[in-house]
Antibody, heavy 119, light 109 residues
Framework: EVQLVESGGGLVQPGGSLRLSCAASGFTLSSCHMNWVRQAPGQGLEWLSYISIRSEAIYYADSVKGRFTISRDNAKNSLYLQMNSLRDEDTAVYYC????????????WGQGTTVTVSS | QSALTQPPSASGSPGQSVTISCTGTSSDVGGYNYVSWYQHHPGRVPKLMIYEVNKRPSGVPDRFSGSKSGNTASLTVSGLQAEDEADYYCSSYADKKEFFGTGTKVTVL
């Protein structure tokens, strides 16, 4: 089955760090550009970051630039999001999403992993 | 730049049509033909419905159609069905970033 599975979410204190992982199965992640997107409670979707196939192009939303780092390990078919200096407003469900190669549209999403930032 | 503007809600009876707008700027929606639309049922995974303004991925019913005029994109759902009740989000590429819309809750009356 073609799917993405996120892991690594949990409860963390403000100022803390967390590393999210996204494992791909049923397809070769190394052939795809990838994204991270989040949805805060009661809010809409927010794009966070993009990484190209060979990591030569990496982009971030202003809200996380300097605090979050996207990376990938194509040999492990995995995508990562290192999150530092976490704030209350980073509380959200975090999704990894595959770039379809068609106009930056995201055609495959994981189920999401929940990050709660609270003291 | 910030989130694209969508109406908070839209509704229609079964069989009717509903159109959702997505307003941005010349730096995003108006500047690129890279507008996508996603359907999101609460508790489920977002689903791509439209890409590149008006193209449908395989498996998406032709009841769903997209268009764009200037800085505003639109999604039209024709022949509304109960399963169309969901949140809908537009998104647009904007020079090394991606912006989602504020989201529209579609209710089938």
């Amino acid at each position: 089955e073609v799917q993405l599975v996120e892991s690594g979410g949990g409860l963390v204190q403000p100022g803390g760090s967390l590393r999210l992982s996204c494992a791909a199965s049923g397809f070769t992640l190394s052939s795809c550009h990838m994204n991270w997107v989040r949805q805060a409670p009661g809010q809409g979707l927010e794009w966070l970051s993009y990484i190209s196939i060979r990591s030569e192009a990496i982009y971030y939303a202003d809200s996380v630039k300097g605090r979050f780092t996207i990376s990938r390990d194509n040999a492990k078919n995995s995508l990562y999001l290192q999150m530092n200096s976490l704030r209350d407003e980073d509380t959200a469900v975090y999704y990894c999403a595959r770039d379809s190669g068609l106009g930056y549209a995201m055609d495959l999403w994981g189920q999401g992993t929940t990050v709660t930032v609270s003291s | 730049q910030s989130a694209l503007t969508q109406p908070p809600s839209a509704s229609g009876s079964p069989g009717q049509s509903v159109t959702i707008s997505c307003t941005g700027t010349s730096s995003d929606v108006g500047g690129y033909n890279y507008v996508s639309w996603y359907q999101h049922h609460p508790g489920r995974v977002p689903k791509l419905m439209i890409y590149e303004v008006n193209k449908r991925p395989s498996g998406v019913p032709d009841r769903f159609s997209g268009s764009k005029s200037g800085n505003t994109a639109s999604l039209t759902v024709s022949g509304l069905q109960a399963e169309d009740e969901a949140d809908y989000y537009c998104s647009s590429y904007a020079d090394k970033k991606e912006f989602f819309g504020t989201g529209t809750k579609v209710t089938v009356l």
